[in-house]
């Protein structure tokens, strides 16, 4: 078996061939047992071959090998049949999960995606997004995030909470703030539930939380990635306004404050600015509408401004 590993592709290949033509004839003359054993020997020689496509000074574990061949297809969804074939081994999953959290390459599963995707557009700006399957994964970026072992301890522990979905969800991104968080961890931290997608988004559109994703408001964010900007609620008034509304108000006032033109670019870690909100120029109260006319865009600092100096008008 040790001589196999060093064997070339097309070694084996020629080893799998002889072996097929004696299947051969043990199917027209031999017993079910002999053939079941020979199919047996194509298979581990099929999955040592599978081991050997990739060069053993590239890669020399089959982790090694999983995530060669992940960084080769950067932002594709590759099938775990794929993955399997490559490393040699049936426990391509436990592979995944260590170089995902211990090594911290930034790998979607299938499922997430797929639950991700009803909730998040930003998405389809992946190839073959569409036709996604749940037991699929997808390599984000090629190069790892350091910070990644700490981070799935915190999910860990955030996940073991006797808490529900929602508050996990909402306790995770707090403990993050202002730094993007991956579909994935969430996902962790619900414990796998499935409407954790939902519950994110909710967090945003019922409860006030400037939860933002590429599509809702932060473009410069990669996909599958959210991001809590500020640890408080925006005011019940603020939460109703569409989607399709912000987008256009962001879009329209690029990205930036209307009062001091500050924008994320400009983003400095001393400086209170740090993500924009939008405005109501005639207030709910006053039979203000969520229209793009009715709507600015302002820096937390002179959206608070503003709201001191509706108070001093009193
Ligand atoms: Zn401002
Ligand atoms: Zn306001």
Request: one cysteine or more; glycine letters at 6%.
């Amino acid at each position: 078996m040790a001589s196999r590993i060093s064997s070339s592709p097309e070694a084996l290949r020629r080893e799998l061939i002889t072996l097929l033509e004696r299947l051969e004839d043990t199917l027209e003359y031999g017993e079910i047992r002999e053939q079941v054993r020979l199919m047996l020997s194509a298979r581990a020689l099929l999955r040592t071959m599978g081991s050997s496509v990739i060069d053993s000074s590239e890669a020399r574990s089959a982790r090694e090998r999983i995530l060669a061949y992940l960084k080769a297809n950067v932002r594709t969804p590759v099938a775990g049949d794929e993955l399997a074939m490559v490393a040699g081994i049936s426990e391509r999953a436990r592979r995944v999960r260590e170089l995902r959290s211990e090594l911290g390459y930034a790998i979607v599963t299938g499922r997430t995606a797929v639950e991700m995707a009803l909730e998040d557009d930003s998405l389809k700006s992946i190839p073959g997004i569409g036709s996604v399957k749940v037991t699929d994964y997808i390599l984000l970026e090629s190069a790892p995030d350091t910070d990644a072992a700490t981070r799935w301890t915190r999910a860990n522990t955030i996940r073991r909470k006797d808490t529900s979905v929602r508050s996990r969800l909402l306790e995770y991104l707090r403990t993050y703030v202002g730094t993007p968080v991956s579909g994935e961890e969430l996902r962790y931290v619900a414990d796998g539930a499935t409407e954790w997608a939902s519950r994110v988004r909710e967090l945003r559109t019922e409860h006030g939380w400037p939860v933002v994703t590429r599509t809702t408001g932060r473009p410069s964010l990669d996909v599958c990635v959210y991001m809590l900007e500020s640890d408080r609620q925006l005011p019940e008034h603020d939460r109703r306004i569409p989607d399709t509304i912000r987008i256009q108000v962001l879009e329209r006032d690029r990205f930036s404050c209307t009062d001091c033109g500050w924008g994320e670019s400009s983003w400095h870690k001393a400086d209170p600015r740090n993500h924009l909100e939008l405005h109501h120029l005639t207030s709910h109260a006053d039979g203000g509408e969520n229209s793009a006319e009715n709507l600015v865009v302002l820096c937390n600092v002179c959206h608070d401004q503003r709201h001191r100096s509706d108070i001093d008008a009193l």
